[in-house]
């Protein structure tokens, strides 16, 4: 008999009322202090919140680093995941994934100190949802910006590789090399891989075409970081100049990559790398935000 899944210190599991739909969720707060700002981690096809909180080596945990950084980590289990998983065994489509999270979010925002506002860093289709939400009416609190890996617009696979209701997708295109994780990654991923609803494995097909009709109404800063052996989406330069023609409004839009890393960046040796990277994109969102008045006032 399995013990209770390990954790880092400080995060424990919630649950949160999204207008009818129990969402399960890990938070993880500063301790002796109110969060700078709050980063909600969305996961990606297949996983669950616990992605964020990476147990086989010390640097792997997003929850660790940044509460250490002063900042509030919570991260839901999508819809169709943990506990909604029985009231959605089908899952949600990204519009209604989007509505879900909104729903949570204001829930969560009544309750808790958020700081600054929320910083979404997502993962592969959480990165979807992300630009889903971003490209849609306002979230509860501020979004100061957008952190996604593992999520492109153009596939780099045939349509017959796509998760199906064979499985999720080719095992080397989720992860990669084994080399580029710690030892004890694949032990202690069994608490945090699951299967992926029929509903995302559907939508998934159409991503490319909802991105074009989506990418133009995203106007929050933006980060996409592609894994040096990313093997599901193109990172070739012609593909990254189409992304970044679609995401125009997004004000900056920053593009990188991430050296000897696979598609989970968040549980590779690469891990604390990405995270610190994608905190220092958060740390840039906030500075940005307390100049506004400054650069407002001297634009005028």
């Known amino acids: 008999m399995s013990g209770p899944v390990p954790r880092s210190r400080?995060?424990?599991?919630?649950?949160?009322?999204?207008?009818?739909?129990?969402?399960?969720?890990?938070?993880?707060?500063?301790?002796?202090?109110?969060?700078?700002?709050?980063?909600?981690?969305?996961?990606?096809?297949?996983?669950?919140?616990?992605?964020?909180?990476?147990?086989?080596?010390?640097?792997?945990?997003?929850?660790?680093?940044?509460?250490?950084?002063?900042?509030?980590?919570?991260?839901?289990?999508?819809?169709?995941?943990?506990?909604?998983?029985?009231?959605?065994?089908?899952g949600q489509t990204l519009a209604a994934q989007a509505r879900t999270v909104r729903a949570a979010l204001a829930r969560f925002a009544a309750e808790h100190e958020v700081g600054a506002g929320v910083f979404v860093l997502a993962h592969s289709y959480g990165g979807k949802l992300a630009l889903t939400c971003a490209a849609g009416p306002a979230l509860p609190a501020a979004l100061l910006g957008l952190d996604i890996s593992g999520c492109g617009h153009r596939f780099a696979v045939p349509a017959a590789q796509l998760p199906s209701a064979a499985g999720h997708g080719h095992w080397r295109h989720n992860w990669g090399a084994l080399r580029l994780y710690p030892p004890d990654t694949f032990r202690g991923c069994a608490d945090m891989v699951t299967t992926m609803p029929v509903r995302e494995r559907v939508e998934a097909r159409?991503?490319?075409?909802?991105?074009?009709?989506?990418?133009?109404?995203?106007?929050?800063?933006?980060?996409l970081t592609f894994a040096e052996h990313e093997a599901w989406w193109r990172h070739d330069e012609a593909a990254l100049?189409?992304?970044?023609?679609?995401?125009?409004?997004?004000?900056?839009?920053v593009v990188d990559r991430q050296a000897d890393a696979g598609h989970n960046i968040s549980l590779g040796w690469s891990a604390r790398i990405y995270h610190l990277r994608a905190l220092a994109f958060l740390e840039e969102c906030l500075a940005r935000r307390a100049a506004a008045p400054a650069r407002r006032a001297t634009a005028a």
């Open 10 to 90: 400080g995060v424990r599991g919630i649950t949160l009322d999204a207008a009818g739909i129990a969402l399960s969720a890990l938070l993880g707060t500063p301790p002796g202090a109110s969060p700078r700002a709050t980063v909600l981690a969305l996961h990606g096809g297949g996983m669950s919140a616990a992605y964020f909180d990476g147990q086989a080596h010390p640097d792997q945990s997003l929850f660790a680093l940044g509460m250490r950084l002063g900042y509030q980590v919570l991260a839901l289990d999508r819809p169709g995941y943990g506990a909604s998983a029985g009231a959605l065994p089908r």
């Open 206 to 223: 159409r991503w490319p075409a909802s991105f074009a009709r989506l990418a133009a109404r995203v106007r929050v800063p933006t980060r």
């Open 241 to 253: 100049a189409e992304l970044r023609a679609h995401l125009c409004a997004a004000e900056p839009l």
